[in-house]
């Protein structure tokens, strides 16, 4: 093992015996790569702190999406989970327009790490959505449309424009475009949207930013400027 792993007997032994704090990471991945095999490792701040405000971020995110989609006459539920034979989970929020018999199913990402995993956990959900409305929430389906909803942050803008080639082909639909969509459904689309503010600093420019009926009803007097996706 010690040959394979180019590393010393000794080192070896010291993993054989539980002792991984006294090795070196560079050790553990050589050991660890010739039994074919590999470590994760899992960053914890000030006992699962960080965990916390993910989940926070996370939960701003659903928060301000419902509201977005209250206020654009969409009704919605969040965190509406399902088992349907091996295929489980829970969607963010699903929405409907009752009128249109059109079931919307957001996907919120604090954070996009695995975009591949993002995108195969949401077409399970939108294949499974008539069903699970209509078993969960006793809802009618005629067309089901998706939603990815992430952070307008600069970290998260230049993730979407690395995966672009990818990104591009599954939500088409952006920023101004997917919010004059979100106000008059149509046919059933792939919208990507960025929200960026999600803290609820800013009062009502979050909501100006929606759209004119929503700017009425919120009765804004002066539109904010937006840039070209729409915010």
Do not use: C, F
Request: net charge positive; proline share 3%; aromatic share 4%.
């Amino acid at each position: 093992m010690a040959r394979r792993a180019g590393v010393s007997q000794q080192e070896v032994s010291l993993l054989e015996r539980g002792h991984v704090a006294a090795a070196s990471l560079r050790m553990v991945r050589s050991v660890l790569t010739a039994l074919d095999a590999s470590a994760e490792i899992e960053v914890r701040w000030r006992g699962g702190a960080l965990d916390r405000l993910l989940d926070e971020r996370h939960a701003q995110l659903v928060g301000e999406t419902v509201r977005r989609l209250a206020v654009l006459g969409w009704e919605t539920a969040t965190e509406v989970t399902y088992a349907v034979y091996g295929e489980r989970g829970s969607i963010d929020v699903v929405a409907r327009r009752a009128d249109l018999g059109l079931i919307l199913v957001v996907e919120v990402k604090s954070e996009l790490v695995s975009i591949e995993e993002t995108l195969r956990k949401q077409d399970e959900k939108v294949r499974l959505a008539a069903r699970i409305v209509h078993e969960r929430l006793a809802w009618e389906t005629r067309a089901v449309a998706r939603m990815l909803v992430v952070p307008g942050d600069r970290t998260t803008r230049r993730r979407i424009a690395r995966a672009s080639a990818v990104l591009d082909r599954a939500y088409p639909i952006r920023g101004i475009a997917a919010r004059e969509w979100l106000r008059r459904p149509s046919t059933a689309p792939a919208a990507l949207l960025l929200l960026t503010d999600t803290n609820g600093s800013s009062g009502s420019r979050g909501v100006d930013r929606v759209g004119p009926r929503v700017r009425a009803s919120a009765t804004v007097a002066h539109p904010a400027p937006t840039n070209r996706d729409g915010e």
